[in-house]
Nanobody, 116 residues
Framework: QVHVVESGGGLVQPGGSLRLSCVAS????????MGWYRQALGKQREFVAT???????DYADSVKGRFTASRDNAKRTVYLQMNNLRPEDTAKYFC??????????WGQGTQVTVSS
């Protein structure tokens, strides 16, 4: 059984920062990509960022220059450093983990609210 657990969400003022973490545990036969998606109320889930095993990253245009994704392979952990947060970043953030056999595992999400 695989567990993916996010943490680090919360309430922050516009311009502030948060750091999300996500750890994967259980039997996964190799992890390839780890990443983040988000879903705002009433909207579809959207891509935020991914990190490959080698550390290569990809970002949605809306977060480029403000968010930084990184990972610790030994700890099976992926991070999302979010700076200069905007009200439109308010959403539930979900971590996703893809195995080398192309299975996708998702966490339950952590809420990020950007408001004054």
């Amino acid at each position: 059984q695989v567990h993916v657990v996010e943490s680090g969400g919360g309430l922050v003022q516009p311009g502030g920062s948060l750091r999300l973490s996500c750890v994967a545990s259980g039997t996964i036969f190799g992890i390839s990509t780890m990443g983040w998606y988000r879903q705002a109320l009433g909207k579809q889930r959207e891509f935020v960022a991914t990190v490959t095993t080698a550390g290569s990253t990809d970002y949605a245009d809306s977060v480029k220059g403000r968010f930084t994704a990184s990972r610790d392979n030994a700890k099976r952990t992926v991070y999302l450093q979010m700076n200069n947060l905007r009200p439109e970043d308010t959403a539930k953030y979900f971590c996703t983990v893809r195995s080398w056999s192309s299975e996708d595992f998702w966490g339950q999400g952590t809420q990020v609210t950007v408001s004054s």
